[in-house]
């Protein structure tokens, strides 16, 4: 999942911390990966710099796809939207991700 520095000092907090509603089961290596393939425009995410693993902890449902191009974004990476509940966890170290 794709988070913001804010983002993932609030999780790394708990509590009341909320996850995003998208993630994505492929590796991604960078910033513009976030921004292009995933289609995260910055009037969604103005901070895409950190990418951390999660894992569930409860059955919930999910939809699954292809991310498809929007605004000037192609899309074309994976994703996941958890519908509902997110009965996440993150799992690991958070990761810097490179802007290029």
């Known amino acids: 999942m794709v988070v913001s520095k804010g ?9 009341g911390a909320r996850f995003g ?29 950190y990418v951390v693993t999660v894992k569930t902890t ?3 449902t999910i939809n699954r796809g292809i991310v ?5 974004a192609s899309g074309g990476g994976s994703q996941v939207e958890f519908v509902g509940d997110r009965n996440l966890q993150l799992v690991g170290k958070p990761r810097l991700l490179p802007v290029r």
């Open 7 to 15: 983002q993932l000092e609030a999780l790394k907090k708990g509590g």
């Open 21 to 49: 509603g998208w993630a994505t089961s492929e590796a991604v290596p960078n910033q513009a990966y976030a921004r292009n393939q995933l289609s995260i425009l910055p009037e969604f995410k103005e901070d895409v710099s």
């Open 58 to 60: 409860a059955p919930q």
């Open 68 to 72: 498809g191009p929007l605004g000037a």
